[in-house]
């Protein structure tokens, strides 16, 4: 079978473009975001920006000159003690990013409730970090310390970035209040869960394992009843010791129930598993892209 060539080459200029496209389109998003509804209001939820904020309000510092004094030198620390891990386009997103804060910084914000601030504002740099990543792009900024950390104590990635934020979030409820750490707090949260939602997007799937002594009529009824395919899995019962393969489906999350009452009409006592799969790509689901 002649393997199906992608509609866009990877790694072709037009492919490139459209990177690249990404990464200005989710820098601006997030340039937009913080003065918006983040920069206005005082919360200081993590990372660059947050640290400009803090700084912005001690000494009068405009957040786009401080997030330039931190994302250049993070990042040439990065190249030469990560090497190529850092690329062109975190050059640019370090750059870039701060220079579209700049030119927006004049514009007024869209809400004086804070809490309105905090949701909208971690869902709109959630969504701009999301484009980014999905141009295979990275903006920089702490990440970089956190990778460096990292590398230098042997901490891990993940730890090094909560302790990062923080101590932000923990520098943002002395400086302003300690509600406005709250705040910074529910504003990480939402721009995590938003970066999950623009990378693997809202089909959700189910993958059922399936162990049973009817194999063969679970396998025949899931192939042309439901219309699904399906993996065998080499299993052994760890009482018994008897070989059992372990039957693997990816199904709809409307297909769930129809899947059970399939299973459950051949043998009542087969044991089920079901998981969530956020993100399935390949024939009868979401194509590669």
């Known amino acids: 079978m002649r393997r199906k060539e992608p509609a866009i080459r990877i790694g072709s200029p037009l492919h490139q473009a459209i990177e690249y496209g990404l990464l200005l389109a989710g820098c601006l998003m997030i340039a937009l975001s913080f003065n918006f509804f983040l920069n206005p209001n005082q ?7 947050g640290i400009s ?13 401080m997030q330039w004094v931190l994302n250049i030198p993070l990042f040439i620390l990065g190249m030469f003690f990560l090497g ?13 990013l701060p220079l579209f804060v700049l030119l927006s910084h004049d514009l007024d914000p869209l809400t004086t409730n804070p809490l309105l601030a905090t949701i909208y504002g971690g869902i709109g740099i959630g969504a701009g970090l999301g484009i980014v ?21 042997g901490v891990g990635y993940g730890i090094a970035v909560a302790i990062l934020d923080g101590a932000v979030i923990l520098s943002a409820g002395i400086v302003f209040s300690p509600e406005k750490a709250l705040y910074a707090l529910i ?19 189910k993958v059922a394992f399936i162990m049973s002594r009817e194999t063969e009529a679970i396998r025949q009824a899931v192939l042309f009843e439901l219309d699904r395919g399906l993996t065998l899995l080499a299993g052994q019962g760890g009482y018994t010791g008897e070989s059992r393969p372990t039957m693997m ?23 089920v598993i079901l998981a969530d799969a956020s993100e399935v790509l390949g024939e009868g689901f979401r194509l590669h892209g």
Do not use: C, M
């Not at 990543?133 to 104590?153: E, M, N, V, Y």
């Open 43 to 49: 919360i200081a939820s993590g990372g660059v920006a």
């Open 84 to 96: 190529g891990q850092f690329g062109l386009k975190t050059a640019v997103a370090s750059v870039v």
């Open 249 to 271: 489906v990816v199904v709809s999350q409307t297909e769930v129930t129809r899947l059970k009452t399939i299973v459950r009409s051949v043998d009542p006592n087969a044991f």
């Open 187 to 205: 504003g990480l949260f939402v721009t995590t869960k938003t970066i999950d939602i623009v990378q693997t997007g809202f089909r959700y799937s």
């Open 53 to 65: 904020t803090i700084v912005q309000h001690l000494f009068g510092i405009e957040p786009a000159v």
């Open 133 to 153: 990543f999905r141009g295979r792009g990275s903006t920089g900024g702490l990440d970089s310390a956190a990778q460096l950390i990292h590398k230098w104590t």
